[in-house]
T-cell receptor
Framework: ETGVTQSPTHLIKTRGQQVTLRCSSQSGHNTVSWYQQALGQGPQFIFQYYREEENGRGNFPPRFSGLQFPNYSSELNVNALELDDSALYLC?????????????FGPGTRLLVL | GENVEQHPSTLSVQEGDSAVIKCTYSDSASNYFPWYKQELGKRPQLIIDIRSNVGEKKDQRIAVTLNKTAKHFSLHITETQPEDSAVYFCAAMSDNFNKFYFGSGTKLNVKP
């Protein structure tokens, strides 16, 4: 098992609310990526953070935002929740250097929006 | 942006047979292609990867092939075992290492 952790494991929210999900990257990993995985689908890339800056973004609206902290942990914030936001949210961290592209996934946070 | 397509969506094989999963991608600048295995309720686990300067890579019963000209890559599992049953995802990474695109997944069922 990798050292990437996420909290909470499960969450139930209602439409219009806001949610914050957290990710602690594996020790020494300075890059964190976030993904949304709907049931029966592949992970969809939301964005990536490198050294506290957004380093790349997928096709998600601005109400999906993030932060990375000096210890490389990260948050995903989603405002104005919609029913379609119900999904498993995965974060993945990666090593600096030659193997920077190899990602190690956390266990995910399952979000249900009612 | 990149578009990764994966086939088949489900695959059922008899134990001991081989399984092949295929993916295509659209962005010729993509240069890294990992494969992940995801068991029910668990996180995706990297099982093998290949870079664009290599045509084939093998790790025991698992191999991946890449055809850059045709923009497709495949996962080959030989001598399948029931514990290989899972959902497999292919992915492509952009050339600046900051965007990943996953296929829609293949549910592999290995029948004992």
């Amino acid at each position: 098992e990798t050292g990437v952790t996420q909290s909470p494991t499960h969450l139930i929210k209602t439409r219009g609310q806001q949610v914050t999900l957290r990710c602690s990257s594996q020790s020494g990993h300075n890059t964190v990526s976030w993904y949304q995985q709907a049931l029966g689908q592949g992970p969809q890339f939301i964005f990536q953070y490198y050294r506290e800056e957004e380093n790349g973004r997928g096709n998600f609206p601005p109400r999906f935002s993030g932060l990375q902290f000096p210890n490389y942990s990260s948050e995903l914030n989603v405002n104005a929740l919609e029913l379609d936001d119900s999904a498993l949210y995965l974060c993945a961290s990666s090593l600096p250097g030659l193997r920077a592209e190899t990602q190690y996934f956390g266990p995910g946070t399952r979000l249900l929006v009612l | 942006g990149e578009n990764v397509e994966q086939h088949p969506s489900t695959l059922s094989v008899q134990e001991g047979d081989s399984a092949v999963i295929k993916c295509t991608y659209s962005d010729s600048a993509s240069n890294y292609f990992p494969w992940y295995k995801q068991e029910l309720g668990k996180r995706p686990q990297l099982i093998i990867d290949i870079r664009s300067n290599v045509g084939e890579k093998k790790d025991q019963r698992i191999a991946v092939t890449l055809n850059k000209t045709a923009k497709h890559f495949s996962l080959h599992i030989t001598e399948t075992q029931p514990e290989d049953s899972a959902v497999y995802f292919c992915a492509a990474m952009s050339d600046n290492f900051n965007k990943f695109y996953f296929g829609s997944g293949t549910k592999l069922n290995v029948k004992p």
